[in-house]
């Protein structure tokens, strides 16, 4: 019989499940959302019990779209979000819900770590958010035997098994080549008794298998007992694998609420903001992964359409066509610039180049002859200044930044993409398959079940491309001009915004 792989993407929204065959022609896809609780400005709490209920719907779901036997799955990976932190027993039952990825309330055990260590976590990642818990909710802290990521847990309710994935526990400080975390870290920081609480002293590479589905696992999925569970990671770096860009000097934009551009690197990333983190070996071993990320990218079109174009959906419903496609096409012959409008893409802040969280977001340039188009083509160029201003780092640090494989929202829109392409000055080559964690995910299955070598072999063989965009000298010289104006509106403006800023959180 005809083998597949399945791929399993844990994202912020859902779970997103894919079967590919060894080639990397995909079989179908499935995708259930689960809710996230946010009790506080700053939180974001889930329940693991929705992630397996999900995965649960998403496989079945897809094995009956398929009509692909659960004997043809021959392996499966899985990636999920990263900076997840769970407590639970060794059994796997969760102490609490899970702090995701996006939960910052851990933003004053960063300042402190940092003014411990010199090390610039962000509230984000593991340390922080072990601190708050250790000072906010002791009885959580003391009861619970196992300190993990979403990954971790995903692969021990697969598996039986838990383990530390080289991927992801690169954000709490693990370093592969040491073969161990940094120990001195967490004493410095308090909690050096968290590393007993780790998940085992079993380690696995992106690609590795871990172990087979277990009884009860497998009958809960509609999966065979003893199905090949292969090591994922970071839904992000799991991305790079599922668009093609995991060879040194190849940039991968990773687009959707935010924006990540990463890039391998042999050398340490060279930004210096924190050293615990950086790797070796997280993904690709012999690189390291760095990255630049935009906090606010397509959740400002979300945005946009939610407040300003409610009256489009009606119209949309009746035509087929989407809010942002309609859009898209009334802005399509605006001129460069948005006739004089410049946007900031700071609604939630600047993560870089500027880790500045007290800015805001700003467009300047409104008169009476704008419209809607010219707002909406404004925020798609604003989001595209700050991908390039990330883009401007990485050149300042010796990466060449040439060409863009690029996966997510934007890939829909061949506006935006052209946009990019213009102001970027890059080459842009967009994936066919527009799932590029699950993808990923299948390509660690790939390597694990043996089909393909390494990881960049089985990519390059994996992943096709749809679309290469280039870029037209012209618009890039215009664009330059407007890119030009939009860099120095921070230097020009921070002290004002911090002020705004605090100033408005007063009447909070």
Same mark, same amino acid.
């Given at each position: 019989m005809?083998?597949?792989?399945?791929?399993?993407?844990?994202?912020?929204?859902?779970?997103?499940?894919?079967?590919?065959?060894l080639?990397g022609?995909?079989? @179908?896809?499935?995708?259930?959302?689960?809710?996230?609780t946010?009790?506080?400005p700053?939180?974001?709490?889930q329940?693991?019990?929705?992630?397996?209920r999900?995965l649960?719907?998403s496989?079945?779901?897809?094995?009956?779209?398929?009509?692909?036997?659960?004997?043809q799955i021959?392996?499966l990976?899985?990636?999920?979000?990263? @900076?997840?932190?769970?407590?639970?027993?060794?059994?796997?039952?969760?102490?609490?819900?899970?702090?995701?990825?996006?939960?910052?309330?851990?933003?004053?055990?960063a300042?402190?770590?940092?003014?411990?260590?010199?090390?610039?976590?962000?509230?984000?990642w593991?340390p922080?958010?072990?601190?708050?818990?250790?000072?906010?909710?002791?009885?959580?802290?003391?009861?619970?035997? #196992?300190? @993990?990521?979403?990954?971790?847990?995903?692969t021990y309710?697969?598996?039986? $098994?838990?383990s530390?994935n080289?991927n992801?526990?690169? %954000?709490?400080?693990y370093?592969?080549?040491?073969?161990?975390?940094?120990?001195?870290f967490y004493?410095?920081?308090? $909690?050096a008794?968290?590393?007993?609480?780790?998940?085992?002293?079993?380690?696995?590479?992106?690609?590795q298998p871990?172990?087979?589905?277990?009884e009860?696992?497998?009958?809960?999925l509609?999966?065979?007992p003893?199905?090949l569970? @292969?090591?994922?990671g970071?839904?992000?770096s799991i991305?790079? $694998?599922?668009?093609?860009?995991?060879?040194?000097?190849?940039v991968?934009l990773?687009?959707?609420?935010?924006?990540l551009?990463?890039?391998?690197?042999?050398?340490p990333?060279?930004f210096g903001e924190a050293t615990v983190?950086?790797?070796p070996?997280?993904?690709?071993?012999?690189?390291?992964?760095?990255?630049r990320?935009?906090?606010s990218?397509?959740?400002?079109?979300?945005w946009?359409?939610?407040?300003?174009?409610?009256?489009?959906s009606?119209?949309?419903?009746?035509?087929?066509e989407?809010?942002?496609?309609?859009?898209?096409?009334?802005?399509?012959? /605006?001129?460069?610039?948005?006739?004089?409008l410049?946007?900031?893409?700071?609604?939630?802040?600047?993560?870089?180049?500027?880790l500045?969280g007290?800015v805001?977001?700003? #467009?300047?340039?409104?008169?009476?002859?704008?419209?809607?188009?010219?707002?909406?083509?404004?925020l798609?160029e604003?989001?595209?200044?700050?991908?390039?201003n990330?883009?401007?780092? /990485?050149?300042?640090?010796?990466?060449a930044?040439?060409r863009?494989?690029?996966?997510?929202?934007?890939?829909q829109?061949?506006?935006?993409?052209?946009?990019?392409?213009?102001?970027? %000055?890059v080459?842009?080559? #967009?994936?066919r398959?527009?799932?590029?964690?699950?993808?990923?995910?299948?390509?660690?299955?790939? #390597?694990g079940?043996g089909?393909?070598?390494?990881?960049p072999?089985?990519?390059?063989?994996?992943v096709a491309?749809?679309k290469?965009?280039?870029?037209d000298?012209a618009?890039h010289?215009?664009?330059q001009?407007f890119?030009?104006?939009y860099?120095?509106l921070?230097?020009?403006?921070?002290?004002?915004?911090?002020?705004t800023?605090?100033?408005?959180?007063?009447d909070?």
């Amino acid at each position: 019989m005809k083998q597949y792989v399945m791929g399993i993407d844990g994202g912020t929204g859902g779970m997103r499940v894919g079967i590919y065959d060894l080639q990397g022609n995909p079989a @179908c896809f499935a995708s259930t959302p689960y809710p996230t609780t946010h009790l506080h400005p700053g939180w974001a709490d889930q329940a693991p019990a929705d992630w397996w209920r999900a995965l649960v719907q998403s496989v079945g779901e897809a094995l009956q779209k398929s009509g692909i036997s659960p004997r043809q799955i021959a392996a499966l990976g899985v990636d999920t979000t990263n @900076c997840s932190v769970l407590l639970c027993q060794r059994d796997g039952t969760p102490v609490r819900d899970c702090l995701i990825w996006m939960d910052v309330r851990s933003a004053p055990q960063a300042e402190r770590i940092r003014a411990l260590t010199g090390e610039n976590l962000s509230p984000e990642w593991m340390p922080s958010k072990l601190l708050w818990l250790k000072e906010n909710e002791p009885e959580h802290y003391e009861g619970a035997q #196992v300190f @993990c990521e979403y990954q971790d847990w995903m692969t021990y309710r697969l598996t039986g $098994l838990w383990s530390i994935n080289v991927n992801c526990s690169c %954000n709490w400080g693990y370093d592969a080549r040491l073969g161990d975390f940094h120990r001195d870290f967490y004493r410095a920081i308090g $909690l050096a008794d968290a590393l007993d609480k780790f998940p085992d002293k079993r380690v696995f590479r992106v690609g590795q298998p871990i172990g087979g589905l277990t009884e009860e696992a497998a009958t809960q999925l509609g999966l065979c007992p003893g199905t090949l569970v @292969c090591q994922g990671g970071i839904d992000a770096s799991i991305g790079i $694998l599922g668009m093609g860009a995991c060879r040194p000097g190849q940039v991968a934009l990773i687009t959707g609420s935010s924006n990540l551009a990463m890039v391998l690197t042999p050398d340490p990333p060279p930004f210096g903001e924190a050293t615990v983190n950086a790797g070796p070996d997280n993904l690709i071993e012999g690189y390291y992964t760095a990255y630049r990320g935009q906090v606010s990218s397509g959740s400002i079109l979300k945005w946009f359409i939610g407040e300003f174009c409610k009256d489009l959906s009606a119209r949309c419903e009746e035509s087929g066509e989407s809010v942002y496609a309609l859009l898209d096409r009334e802005a399509k012959d /605006l001129p460069i610039g948005s006739g004089g409008l410049i946007a900031l893409d700071y609604w939630q802040g600047n993560q870089h180049p500027y880790l500045d969280g007290n800015v805001r977001g700003l #467009v300047y340039g409104f008169s009476l002859h704008h419209t809607r188009a010219h707002l909406y083509r404004a925020l798609l160029e604003g989001i595209a200044y700050g991908t390039e201003n990330l883009l401007c780092q /990485l050149r300042e640090n010796g990466f060449a930044v040439e060409r863009l494989h690029i996966s997510g929202g934007t890939a829909q829109s061949d506006l935006f993409l052209q946009i990019h392409a213009d102001i970027s %000055n890059v080459e842009i080559l #967009v994936p066919r398959d527009k799932q590029a964690s699950c993808l990923g995910s299948a390509i660690c299955a790939a #390597v694990g079940l043996g089909a393909y070598p390494d990881l960049p072999t089985a990519s390059e063989a994996m992943v096709a491309m749809e679309k290469r965009i280039l870029p037209d000298p012209a618009r890039h010289a215009r664009y330059q001009a407007f890119f030009e104006q939009y860099r120095k509106l921070y230097p020009q403006l921070k002290d004002w915004m911090h002020d705004t800023t605090a100033l408005a959180a007063d009447d909070q």
